[in-house]
């Protein structure tokens, strides 16, 4: 390794160049990178209504319905002529509307009110169409364009085509606040007003490295778009911080510049490595979901990480030797006040906030697992704050949600047919069913109807049905009526196949219930391993555990108490990001509280590492708390702001458990942790402890040498 080092520092110029070229490459393959936003595209392969979609695509030329269309009207003349227009539209491949359920050029007055009511009402005409995936961008375009802005449009078609540029708008925005705001809180917890540049510099590469490299994925999910860039830098700050914290130490000690470098690479990696491998790990967890954006996040993430891990240890070590008289120019007195008050505080409130701690464990645990939770995508683009958002609550303020689904069973039987029309149709909320039975007379053979009408509802195989659902996945008995739908069907036919966004909803429900359990379970199984392996301790890794945990599980009871509904998406990724990403607060807080267990009595070790990890874990959490928060205020997509607002409030209990609650463990346990640690020989006497103290003070040495200094780590 060390021969490594010295050939690193020695070509540190030619470094610096190959990752400045590999950035920009890097950069422009990032452009290259599709980005998918339909939430049932991620649904595993063998998933019944993913073989349902698969099936209708050899069977059928026509999707599902997705796309819905609401335009004020004068009357039923002008309703037709825009349905003349919309199907004028290339890509357009139908449009239904009210003549397609009822004779239209009867008196209104003798058609059935509430089959007039799912189309036309209040002044407005709604039409379901059905768009060409291929064509949906010059399809949204043209409707657009038909409608004008005071009329309305949603559904599939729509968001496909529409989000992606409201997601790259926000994720622009994210960006350009987080920087800022990170560069200020790494201004105020350094001495040099260059270090931060020297922060963000080296987590920017390993963005746009990260970036750059999903082009081998071809596309990635909306979530890990959004998320990632900031992610990636709230949870790897800390390692550059780490590395030129060890280099500055050095330096104090007077050793040369390249030397001290040397010796900060060599002796951080050990602990860098180990942070960043417990961060690699919670989301390499999320690669066995079945679910597809869990292994999508995870690979890219995991990825994203090991990026940081490289740029730390390789290029910022380079930067740092190129720079180091710069930084010590632009040096500037430490605006970070003294700990020591809030550290005696803190130690005053240890035993009643481990009483807490203990009270609300349990309740805790079963709040967040009593959430009410959103599974599909039907809340993802309400945010009122687009266009896309107000065009959804002005169709749904007036027709009420509308789901459509696909029912497909073998065709051949006409009987079975009309009986499975008519109780589709006796359903509650069942607005309306296409079927061919619903269309032409059952007694008509096939061969007397225009094949391109038969052709959309017979196949070579099998019999179509379209049927509209008036609700969504939040609505009561939305997940029932699905099943009743399968009921009946499952009685008159051994074999259907039933495809739509509700019926993905309902798969995807039960799939992500049980990636739950795997995920945490080998999230936290992986982690135990870590801790168990670097703290050679059996009773250390329960301790860390139970309390990160503990604090994932109190913020995931706040949606519980205040009532709202939770993106199980969000609940799902927030245990793995925040076991991950806080559990080296813990790590950090533990490994010191042993060293000075060994020179000093528990108490006043207890102390003595709120002092010296206080403003390393502040600064760190700071970090991730408003880089989650600002995802939280800024993103429209209700799962990523969800998750953002999850990330912020996690990071601050996470915080707040491990310096109020942790010390108070490691000090009543603190015999048991002496006994179940390999080698841990605790101090046991009063008298000598400011010997040993002087002592220590001596090897570290007690000034600070200008600039590289912040929080030592």
Request: aromatic share 8%; with cysteine; hydrophobic share 45%.
């Amino acid at each position: 390794m060390d021969k490594f080092i010295n050939w690193l520092l020695e070509k540190r110029k030619i470094v610096i160049v190959f990752f400045a070229l590999m950035t920009v490459l890097c950069f422009f393959l990032s452009t290259g990178v599709g980005v998918n936003y339909n939430l049932m595209d991620f649904l595993p392969d063998d998933a019944a209504s993913t073989k349902a979609l698969d099936i209708m695509d050899e069977e059928y030329n026509q999707a599902i319905p997705n796309m819905r269309v609401m335009v004020k009207v004068s009357g039923i003349s002008e309703a037709l002529e825009y349905k003349e227009k919309l199907m004028a539209v290339d890509g357009m491949d139908e449009v239904t509307w009210l003549d397609d359920s009822a004779d239209i050029y009867s008196p209104i007055e003798t058609i059935d009110q509430d089959t007039v009511d799912d189309w036309y009402k209040d002044g407005t005409a709604l039409f379901q169409c059905t768009v060409d995936e291929e064509k949906e961008d010059q399809v949204v375009t043209q409707v657009r364009e038909i409608i004008g802005d005071e009329n309305s449009m949603s559904g599939q078609a729509v968001n496909n085509v529409l989000a992606p540029s409201n997601s790259a708008e926000e994720v622009s925005k994210i960006i350009l606040f987080v920087i800022p705001i990170v560069f200020i809180i790494l201004t105020l917890t350094t001495t040099s007003w260059f270090e931060p540049v020297l922060f963000l510099a080296t987590i920017g590469v390993a963005i746009l490295l990260n970036r750059g490299t999903n082009i081998i994925f071809g596309e990635i999910s909306f979530m890990t778009n959004a998320a990632g860039s900031v992610l990636q830098l709230a949870v790897s700050m800390d390692y550059s911080i780490f590395l030129l914290h060890r280099f500055a130490e050095f330096r104090q000690e007077g050793m040369e510049i390249k030397e001290a470098m040397a010796m900060a690479v060599k002796k951080s990696t050990g602990s860098i490595l180990s942070s960043g491998l417990t961060t690699v790990t919670g989301f390499a967890a999320l690669i066995l979901m079945r679910f597809k954006i869990g292994p999508d996040m995870g690979y890219v993430m995991a990825k994203a990480i090991l990026f940081s891990l490289v740029c730390v240890l390789v290029l910022l070590p380079a930067l740092a030797l190129c720079t180091y008289k710069l930084i010590d120019k632009t040096a500037h007195r430490s605006f970070v006040p003294s700990v020591e008050p809030l550290a005696k505080l803190l130690m005053k409130l240890l035993v009643p906030a481990a009483l807490v701690f203990c009270l609300l464990l349990v309740p805790s645990n079963k709040a967040q697992q009593s959430n009410s939770f959103i599974y599909g995508s039907s809340k993802i683009y309400t945010s009122q704050k687009t266009q896309m958002g107000r065009d959804i609550k002005a169709i749904n303020d007036t027709y009420g949600e509308s789901n459509p689904l696909v029912l497909m069973v073998p065709k051949g039987d006409m009987e079975k047919e009309v009986k499975l029309n008519k109780a589709l149709l006796d359903m509650k909320n069942v607005t309306s069913v296409v079927s061919y039975v619903n269309t032409a007379d059952s007694t008509i053979p096939v061969e007397y109807i225009p094949e391109e009408d038969a052709s959309q509802l017979y196949s070579k195989h099998y019999s179509r049905y379209v049927i509209m659902l008036n609700l969504t996945e939040t609505d009561a008995g939305s997940f029932e009526a699905i099943e009743q739908i399968k009921e009946i069907a499952g009685s008159l036919y051994d074999e259907y196949h039933l495809a739509g966004e509700l019926a993905n909803t309902s798969d995807l429900k039960t799939i992500v219930n049980e990636d739950m359990v795997l995920v945490n379970g080998v999230a936290i199984g992986c982690i135990f391993l870590i801790l168990l392996f670097n703290f050679k301790s059996i009773s250390i890794p329960i301790i860390l555990t139970l309390v990160i945990e503990t604090s994932i599980w109190l913020n995931l009871s706040v949606p519980y108490i205040a009532g709202e509904e939770l993106s199980y998406i969000a609940y799902l990724i927030i245990n793995s990001i925040q076991l991950g990403a806080t559990i080296d607060y813990g790590i950090l807080f533990t490994d010191r509280y042993i060293e000075y267990r060994k020179i000093m009595p528990k108490k006043r070790a207890a102390k003595e590492t709120m002092q010296s990890t206080m403003v390393s874990v502040f600064t760190s959490a700071c970090v991730l708390t408003l880089s989650g928060i600002i995802m939280g205020l800024f993103s429209t997509n209700s799962i990523i702001s969800q998750l953002g607002n999850l990330i912020g409030r996690g990071a601050v209990l996470s915080v707040v458990l491990v310096l109020m609650v942790l010390p108070a463990l490691l000090v009543f346990f603190d015999k048991l942790i002496e006994k179940t640690t390999y080698h841990a020989v605790f101090y046991k006497g009063e008298n000598d402890y400011e010997t040993n103290k002087q002592e220590k003070n001596h090897r570290h040495g007690n000034g600070r040498h200008p600039g590289l200094l912040g929080p030592r780590m």
